[in-house]
């Protein structure tokens, strides 16, 4: 089993989360982001859970400025979730699971 998120990059955006038929959380990251730490072993935890609910990717943002520009992401990490192929949240900062998981449910449901 992968674990997610799953890494992808600016090239596969659109089929990956734009065109994806299930909900997305595009967690924008980088290695040298110490919150960003924290932030990856939340979502990893929480990956079991949303499986077959949730798709979960990870962009480094360094590496990927084509998404960071076009979605204005300013600071890291940050959270994008997409259902349908629109933004439907987004946090910049890092979030504890409940918090997170409150928003995911309140977005796209438990």
């Not at 960003?36 to 360094?62: E, S």
């Amino acid at each position: 089993m992968t674990v997610a998120p799953v890494a992808i990059r600016d090239e596969v955006f659109t089929t990956e989360v734009v065109q994806a038929k299930e909900p997305v959380l595009v967690y924008v990251w980088a290695e040298w982001c110490g919150p960003c730490r924290l932030m990856t072993q939340i979502l990893t935890q929480m990956a079991p859970q949303w499986q077959g609910r949730l798709k979960m990717v990870k962009m480094h943002a360094d590496e990927n400025p084509e998404t960071v520009k076009n979605y204005q992401v300013t600071g890291i990490p940050t959270l994008l979730l997409f259902q349908g192929g629109e933004l439907v949240w987004r946090h910049e900062g890092v979030l504890n699971q409940a918090k997170l998981e409150q928003a995911l449910v309140q977005h796209i449901g438990g």
